[in-house]
């Protein structure tokens, strides 16, 4: 099993920054892409950022040039930096992590509140 702990999540005025962290534990043998998505009741869920083991990023529209994500392979551990923010980013942040071991698996941590004031 593996377990995904994520942290960082609060109240931010539009404007302010936020860093989420997420960190995997547990049996990780290819921790092959690790990312966040959000969801907001009443809206679809949203694909906000990913990152692959070696390096490769990919950005929602909504975020990019906004929002940063960065691994730290040696810790099992997902970042996202989230500058400029804005109302609408308001959501619930979950972290996943997609793992290789025999067969592909996927993970989400618990999820963590983003509210930012206008």
């Known amino acids: 099993q593996v377990q995904l702990v994520e942290a960082g999540g609060g109240l931010v005025q539009a404007g302010g920054s936020l860093r989420l962290s997420c960190a995997a534990s547990g049996r990780i043998l290819n921790l092959e892409r690790m990312g966040w998505d959000r969801r907001t009741p009443g809206k679809q869920r949203e694909l906000v950022a990913t990152?692959?083991?070696?390096?490769?990023?990919d950005y929602a529209e909504a975020g990019k040039g906004r929002f940063t994500i960065s691994r730290d392979n040696a810790k099992n551990t997902v970042y996202l930096q989230m500058n400029n923010l804005k109302p609408e980013d308001t959501a619930v942040y979950y972290c996943y992590a997609n793992i290789y071991d025999i067969r592909w698996y996927e993970y989400w941590g618990q999820g963590t509140q983003v509210t930012v004031s206008s």
């Open positions: 990152g692959t083991r070696v390096g490769n990023t």
